[in-house]
Structures are given as structure tokens and as C-alpha cells.
């Protein structure tokens, strides 16, 4: 019988690569997505018939275990996100927000694992556990060594992982905990709820570093303006590697208890990133100037992973290089633009 999976967030920039990459692999995918981040939008699985969407609150623990009834696994993705600003703009509302989708998905979760056929539940947390962390790689295991996260969304997320395993431990419900690092792509448009942050004389709409540097660079601005002093470190990882990561993550028997960092294996500087945007939209002869806008106080300046675990267990790397993915933004970005949806 054909698995199926439960995907919530799935109309979110990872859950979008996430469910194209489930469908591929020939399983059935139920989207659950409130739009609350960027509003309604069209998927481009609605024709799919192995696809089926429910708009709807994934904190309504009663509709998250109608859904899971008869799902075989469980990828929990939705939650209240964003780049630097937004989580510094709605600190309180992300973390009640993403509390109570957390902790309805968990009692839905252990609800369908009891009466139903749900095998696991997958967990998307992310690198900010790692946050405090003063000495790098960040191997997995470290988030119980290091300080707590400072941020209320590195907290909450690190609070969802708890909720993995105390649901393991008090009522055997399985589960693999995921933590993407810096995902890169396209589809993530305006947040409906994102105040635009001005960098310069250009307002921007999403605060993650790669786009915003891109739609800096296309229009036009010169000297281009980055956050700090450019020599925060970040791994950035396509999303439709992540996407391959956490679906292998759910179904590798070996994953069951675990947990994985899933990034690219190379580092890269703000401002390393930003000369690769400029040569690539402005060309190499055009000398990059830059101006430093005032960091936020909790822009990590380190985020190293160690990347051996998942590779050694789940055979899984990132290959995505970021020559490649900014091929893939500028594109987007550039029509993205026109079309008026940044
Ligand atoms: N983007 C990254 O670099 C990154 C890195 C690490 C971890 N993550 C995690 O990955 C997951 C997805 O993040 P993303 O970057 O795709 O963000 P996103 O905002 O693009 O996607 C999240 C989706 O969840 C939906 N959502 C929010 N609240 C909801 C609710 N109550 N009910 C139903 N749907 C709801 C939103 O509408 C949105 O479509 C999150 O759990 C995030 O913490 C992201």
C-alpha cells in the first residue's frame, strides 16, 4: 500500500520542496497550511491526485488527528518563521504560536500512533538550538551541553525537540528530529506580517540573507549595505537538498530516535556571499563596495555544523553548490520582482 504523510507547513518554502520531493519518491502527501505567512497561494502539486491540501490550523490538535489517521508518518514543519527581523519583530507571538502548534501536533501525533497507523513523527527543528554554542562543529548532542538559545525561536525549537522525545519516552511514540541549516531556494515570498526592514534605500521583505542580498544587488544598490561586519559564518544549504534530508530522515530505519543536521559542508561569510551576488548580477569587473547596517543582537556570528552523522547513517549530503542556488534566486528573484511579489 502506498505510505502516506502528513506535511504540515506545507505551503512554506520547505514544505514546498518537501512535499515535490515526497511525491516524487511515490508517496501520498496531505498539506496542512493555514497561509498565515505569505496568504493564500496556489501549489504547484494541486493537480497532483497523490496530493490533497487542507487549509487549516495545525494548533487544532482535534483536525491534526482527523488528518493523521490514516497517515504513516508525520512531518511537522509548520510554524510561525522568519529571517532575522521577523523573529526579532514578533518574539512573543512566535513562541506562543509555535508552542501550541507544537504541542497539538505531539498530542495528535501520539493520539494516531495509539488508535492508528502512524509510525513517526519527523521533527523539523533547526540549527538555532545550536545558538549559544562557543566551539564548533555543532555535532549533534550539543544542544544539551551548550547555554540554552537566547532567542525565543531558537528556544521553542529546542522546546520541540523535548516534545519529541518526552513523547517517546512516555507513550513509545517514535520520532527523528531534523535541524536544517540556512535553507536557500525560491518560493519564499513577502510575509504577510514581515514590517519591512530599510537597509539603505531599499526596503526588504523576507530578512534572509541570500534574497535580500540579491534584490539589493538588482536594484541597483551601490555602495551595498549588509548586516555587521559581514564576517558572520553561514553553511547554506539548497532546499531541495534539505527537502532530500528529511526524507530520508523520515524513512531510513536506522534514523528512529535520532537526530541530523542537515547542511552543506562548506562555510561561507556574509560578505564572501555578497561578493559572489554582486560579481554574479553586476559582473566581476564592477569593484563590490559595502556599508555595514547595525546588527541585531542575536545574529549568531558562527553556525558550523558537523555534517558526518548524516552521512554516515543516512547516506545523505548536500550537493548543492552556492554558485547553483544563486543561479536559481537571481532568476526568481528577478521575476519575483516584476511580478510584484517581493
Ligand atoms: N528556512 C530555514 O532556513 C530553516 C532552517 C531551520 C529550520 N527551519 C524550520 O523549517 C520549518 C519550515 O520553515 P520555512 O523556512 O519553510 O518557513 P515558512 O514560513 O516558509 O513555512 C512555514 C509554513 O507554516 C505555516 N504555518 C504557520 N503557522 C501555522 C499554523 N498554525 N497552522 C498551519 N500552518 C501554519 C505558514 O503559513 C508557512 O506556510 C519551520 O519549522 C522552521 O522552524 C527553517
Known amino acids: 500500500m502506498t505510505e502516506r504523510v ?10 514546498g520542496y518537501l512535499t515535490a520531493e515526497l511525491l516524487a519518491r511515490g508517496y501520498e502527501v496531505v498539506g496542512i497550511d493555514d497561509f498565515s505567512k505569505y496568504g493564500p497561494r496556489q501549489s504547484a502539486h494541486d493537480g497532483n491526485p497523490a496530493f490533497s491540501f487542507v487549509r487549516g490550523d495545525a494548533a487544532d490538535a482535534a483536525l491534526m488527528a482527523s488528518l493523521l489517521a490514516d497517515c504513516d508518518h508525520f512531518v511537522a514543519a509548520a510554524a510561525m518563521v522568519g529571517g532575522i527581523s521577523y523573529f526579532h519583530a514578533f518574539p512573543y507571538d512566535l513562541l506562543a504560536a509555535n508552542e501550541r502548534i507544537t504541542a497539538a501536533s505531539f498530542d495528535a501525533a501520539i493520539r494516531a500512533h495509539r488508535d492508528g497507523r502512524l509510525r513517526k513523527v519527523t521533527y523539523v527543528s533547526s540549527s538555532a538550538v545550536y545558538e549559544s554554542a562557543s566551539d564548533w562543529p555543532s555535532r549533534e548532542g550539543q544542544q544539551l551541553t551548550v547555554p540554552p538559545p537566547r ?3 531558537g528556544l521553542q525549537k529546542l522546546a520541540g525537540e523535548y516534545f519529541a522525545r518526552a513523547a517517546f ?3 513509545g511514540l517514535p520520532f527523528t528530529i531534523v535541524r536544517p541549516f540556512n535553507c536557500v531556494g525560491v518560493g519564499e515570498r513577502k510575509a504577510l506580517r514581515a514590517d519591512r526592514v530599510s537597509s539603505g534605500d531599499v526596503l526588504l521583505a523576507m530578512s534572509h540573507v541570500v534574497p535580500d542580498l540579491v534584490v539589493k544587488v538588482l536594484k541597483g544598490q551601490d555602495p551595498l549595505r549588509i548586516l555587521g561586519s559581514g564576517s558572520q559564518l553561514r553553511h547554506f544549504t539548497y532546499g531541495g537538498d534539505i527537502a532530500r534530508g528529511i ?6 530505519p536506522r534514523a528512529a530516535g535520532e537526530d541530523f543536521n542537515l547542511s552543506a559542508t562548506t562555510g561561507t561569510t556574509v560578505l564572501e556571499l555578497a561578493r559572489q551576488v554582486w560579481a554574479k548580477i553586476r559582473g566581476p569587473d564592477v569593484p563590490l563596495r559595502v556599508e555595514h547596517d547595525t546588527p541585531y543582537p542575536h545574529d549568531v556570528q558562527r553556525r558550523v555544523p558537523a555534517t ?6 543516512l547516506g545523505f549530503q548536500a550537493t548543492t553548490t552556492l554558485d547553483e542556488m544563486l543561479d536559481e534566486v537571481v532568476g526568481w528573484v528577478t521575476e519575483a520582482l516584476a511580478a510584484g511579489l517581493l
Open 6 to 15: 502528513l506535511v504540515s507547513g506545507s505551503a512554506g518554502f520547505i514544505g
Open 151 to 153: 532567542s525565543a525561536y
Open 169 to 171: 519516552e512516555q507513550y
Open 247 to 252: 526524507a530520508a530522515a523520515m524513512s531510513h
Open 308 to 313: 558526518g552523522k548524516a552521512r554516515r547513517i
